[in-house]
């Protein structure tokens, strides 16, 4: 895949940010590193840093978001940039502008990153390839295909309480068909050398060939958390049911709720993650997402270092 | 006018053979291969010496746009294009807008073709039902004596199987040819991407094979039920062409075609949301292109078209699942077509067979015949001609290519229609 050319500059450095497949090892390292050093930034009672000042960052987000939205906002702001953000599903596209004259708008206002979310696959790439030299582009969810900053905060998480991934069973567990987020995941987990990836979910929330991204395939939660260290589990959106993917979410959650129960068949010091917004009561029970292996309010934290990480790397190069 | 084409090698697509000799045409037909008719005096003489002497290519699907949609494409235009690669007959679908259903659309494309200069035939595709609604039947034998040579609903679903056995039914009444594009329309649902292992990595939403081959199943059956000779067009997977071949085994009236994309590219090929790939059917896999291949080969796949469709750059720039299906091929037919027998997957006259006399047999035309008293339409080629393929250069008023930076040997130098000259590369 020639995907390395459009995110990395000539001496291989971040230029844009669109998904975690075709970068390499010391790449997100770097990020790790460097998300590392900002974590004390947010810590301050002045929480900001001057490695953005003068620089314009555009959140345009076609999608709604609150916390991805929120915490890029931040992540901006502590760096030091001035930020605009819109929200374009209600603006300029049900007007009928084009994707790419809302760009050239937009960019006609000095614009030095974008951030994007955006309904359909491909739209971050599609954005790279059309902004002036200089610009950056941040993907922040492309429908189905990539959401590489919330897989780095959950490396990140991962690396937090765990240090090495090398010994590491990771499951993912859920809507693993219609999930970016999942995707993101299983690239950075194999990039870092986690020693297994496996993905539990029912046959019609499993995409087909999932397995070629290196994963094991999982239909049972019992078996599937059997001497895992990594719980993460995916948020299941309602309208699947309408889908006829799903029979009801009472029998998702027999079947593949995260219960304590069913955590103890993972390692006793195994980590739960969840990128949210969660469904209590459908995906995971509450007890176990509000009780002592969760990480899931670390991750958020998290989210605003590993965000000034990424746009410190691509915009202030 | 007289024409005299001398010392090519003609390609016999008929009797699958080439020989070098001179071909004679009057203002309309053949009138002589080998040695004049008596009397012949030649207004034009070719010389087409070291070029290769074909019959007219016959495209059994081509959008040219127009009438709906003149920003994409116009008759003119496209003939025009048609003409510059060699193209002397093409078939287009009755989805245009209006809608091929009644005979003043028919009228109203026939009087388009001769404004613009008659560039090549052109063949229209009736409806099947009124305004491809898939409800009511359209008033065939008026479009049949209007001039349509078959019917279709396009990409367009019937409302019901008992629709479409009717439809079927009564086209066989009229001794039509229907045309189908096998497809389930609840299984493509919003699909883009052929489903699989690059669709799961692009996050893209897919297309199952079965979305083919259980519309295709089905199709086959109603052939079996209504008797309606019916032609299958643009298939995309192995299975479909197992299907096909066991249909025609059974005795079933069926014929098939596949558009040449499809032999040359795969979902591999989509790279990094690659919006030029974007075709309907999707690219499929490289087993379904193999198999799609080796149907070509023996026949079960009787013909090649090139599905072409032209769109304005507008069409294009845009995330992939947003932007528009479909490739501009008309410049693209024949220098693939070429292709493929270099790469010997066939002999020369059997690669020009699948795209001359085997569609014009089963379309019930009168093209693809190097014969004395056939109509004069022909193509003389150079073969040595090696260029670029680059959209830019393309004379389609679609610059839509997968095949930009191709390198493709042979170019169309003149095209004959009905005995007058519409395309001469250095004019």
Not at chain 1, 99 to 117: H, P, S, Y
Request: aromatic content about 4%.
């Amino acid at each position: 895949m020639s995907k390395n050319n459009l995110q990395l500059d000539e001496n291989g450095k971040l230029k844009h940010f669109l998904g975690i497949e075709g970068l390499n090892l010391p790449v997100l390292t770097e990020i790790l590193d460097t998300a590392e050093s900002f974590t004390s930034v947010t810590e301050r009672t002045v929480k900001k840093v001057p490695i953005l000042r003068g620089k314009t960052v555009a959140n345009l987000f076609f999608e709604p978001s609150t916390r991805t939205r929120s915490t890029f906002e931040l992540a901006a702001q502590r760096l030091s940039a001035d930020v605009l953000t819109l929200n374009l599903n209600t603006s300029a596209t049900s007007k009928g502008e084009s994707l790419l004259d809302t760009i050239r708008n937009i960019e006609a206002m000095q614009i030095d990153m974008f951030v994007i979310r955006h309904q359909d696959s491909g739209s971050a790439h599609f954005f790279a390839q059309h902004v002036k030299p200089g610009v950056s582009v941040l993907n922040a969810g492309d429908g189905q295909h990539e959401h590489p900053t919330q897989a780095m905060l959950d490396m990140f998480t991962i690396r937090h309480f765990k240090k090495d991934f090398s010994q590491l069973r990771v499951a993912i567990i859920g809507d693993i068909a219609h999930s970016r987020v999942a995707r993101s995941q299983i690239h950075a987990l194999n990039i870092l050398g986690a020693a297994e990836v496996r993905v539990i979910a029912p046959k019609t929330l499993l995409p087909v060939g999932i397995e070629s991204l290196g994963v094991h395939l999982y239909n049972n939660l019992e078996q599937g958390l059997k001497d895992v260290d990594v719980v993460i589990m995916l948020r299941l959106q309602k309208e699947r049911m309408r889908g006829a993917l799903l029979p009801s979410e009472k029998e998702y959650f027999n079947l593949f709720g995260l219960t304590q129960e069913r955590l103890n068949c993972a390692n006793p010091d195994a980590i739960v993650m969840h990128p949210g917004p969660a469904n209590r009561g459908v995906e995971i029970e509450s007890s176990v997402m509000d009780g002592p292996q969760s990480v899931i309010l670390q991750q958020v934290t998290f989210g605003i270092a590993v965000r000034m990480a990424v746009m410190s790397m691509t915009v202030g190069r | 006018m007289n024409i005299h084409i001398k010392n090519g090698l003609l390609i016999d697509p008929v009797n699958l053979s080439q020989t070098k000799t001179d071909v004679y045409t009057d203002g309309k037909l053949i009138v002589g291969v080998g040695k004049p008719p008596a009397n012949f005096k030649a207004n034009q003489t070719i010389d087409a010496h070291n070029h290769w002497v074909i019959p007219g290519l016959v495209d059994c699907q081509v959008r040219l746009r127009e009438p709906g949609q003149v920003h994409k494409g116009t008759i003119e235009s496209e003939t025009q294009a048609a003409a510059a690669n060699g193209i002397t007959s093409l078939c287009i679908p009755p989805d245009t807008q209006p809608v091929i259903d009644n005979t003043a659309v028919v009228e109203l494309i026939h009087h388009g073709n001769s404004k613009a200069g008659n560039h090549c035939h052109i063949y229209t595709i009736g409806a099947l039902s009124q305004n491809l609604a898939g409800e009511q039947l359209t008033n065939m034998a008026g479009l049949k004596s209007s001039g349509c040579i078959a019917l279709s609903n396009a990409k367009q679903p019937f409302n019901s199987n008992l629709v479409q056995r009717r439809a079927m039914e009564y086209a066989e009444g009229h001794k039509m040819l229907v045309i189908i594009q096998p497809r389930d329309h609840d299984l493509y649902a919003n699909g883009c991407a052929h489903e699989g292992a690059i669709s799961t990595r692009l996050g893209l939403p897919s297309i199952p094979e079965v979305a083919e081959t259980a519309a295709l199943a089905k199709d086959i059956e109603l052939v079996a039920q209504t008797g309606a000779r019916t032609h299958f067009g643009q298939l995309s997977c192995a299975r479909s062409v197992d299907m096909i071949r066991q249909a025609k085994a059974n005795g079933l009236p069926v014929t098939a075609d596949c558009a040449m994309h499809q032999l040359f590219l795969t979902d591999h090929d989509l790279g990094e949301f690659d919006t030029s790939k974007l075709t309907i059917p999707p690219l499929r896999s490289q087993l379904d292109r193999q198999a799609l291949r080796d149907g070509v080969v023996d026949g079960t796949i009787d013909c090649l078209c090139s599905d072409h469709q032209p769109h304005e750059i507008d069409a294009k720039l845009c995330p992939f699942p947003s932007a528009e299906p479909g490739i501009s091929s008309l410049d693209t037919l024949l220098p693939l077509a070429l292709r493929l027998a270099e790469e010997g997957l066939m002999t020369l006259p059997e690669v020009i067979s699948r795209l001359t006399i085997n569609p014009a047999k089963l379309l019930g035309i009168p093209a693809g015949n190097l014969s004395i008293g056939e109509w004069a339409d022909i193509c003389i080629i150079d073969p040595d001609a090696h260029y670029l393929c680059l959209g830019q250069d393309f004379i389609s008023k679609g610059k839509n290519t997968p095949f930009e930076g191709w390198d493709f040997n042979g170019r169309v130098k003149t095209t004959i229609v009905a005995g007058r000259i519409v395309y001469n590369s250095s004019s």
